[in-house]
């Protein structure tokens, strides 16, 4: 399985390659021509939206989605493919899927810490801001913790630090490629 991890100049990247590698997956550069793309999150939704535009990934992943090929965001990946995010004053997001990203207001802030995904398993987060979309297809103490639309499906934890359930995840978004 080649795997592409849009690179934006901040984020996950290291963690979220080495959990692919250990899952076998063979790590390549273009965005549009791997079997998986993945947008990683973590940091600023401006400096990541313009990361990507930079490097042309909002073209290629915009292109993968109109051609039903897959697209997996996690946490700040999973917000940038909104529509749109509160956050930076409001950005535009890449609208592969409907809704937009807001700021927590209840709870801690920053939510950070493990917590149960609808009874699935105890995942890893860290986020300020949470989808509000109606494509959600699971939470988190109220949070939206996955959705799903067309070929993208992303999750606001982070399977790259949930351990054995997180590594679990990505085999099954490998093994789902060929059901898109």
């Known amino acids: 399985m080649r795997v592409a991890i849009c690179e934006y100049g901040a ?19 273009s965005v549009y021509d791997a079997d998986l793309a993945v947008l ?9 939206m313009d990361g990507l535009h930079t490097r042309g990934h ?18 700040l990946g999973l917000q940038l493919a909104l529509e749109e ?13 409907p809704g937009r990203a807001v700021r927590l207001q209840e709870g801690r802030v920053p939510r950070m810490g493990w917590a149960d995904v609808d009874g699935r398993g105890v995942f890893y987060f860290a986020h300020s801001y949470a989808a509000e979309t109606p ?10 913790a996955e ?4 070929s993208f499906f992303g999750c606001q934890f982070h399977p790259e630090k949930s351990g054995e ?10 093994a789902s490629l060929s059901l898109v």
């Open 11 to 29: 984020g996950n990247i290291r963690s979220v390659q080495i959990a692919f590698k250990r899952l076998g997956a063979e790590l390549v550069d």
């Open 40 to 48: 990683p999150g973590v940091g600023s939704a401006r400096s990541a």
């Open 58 to 75: 909002d073209i290629a992943l915009r292109a993968r989605f109109v051609a039903n090929r897959p697209i997996l965001g996690i946490c």
């Open 85 to 97: 995010t509160e956050e930076d004053g409001g950005v535009t997001g890449l609208g592969l899927l």
């Open 135 to 144: 494509c959600a297809t699971a939470w988190s103490e109220g949070v939206v």
């Open 147 to 150: 959705a799903r639309f067309g």
């Open 165 to 174: 359930l997180g590594a679990h995840y990505l085999e099954e978004a490998l």
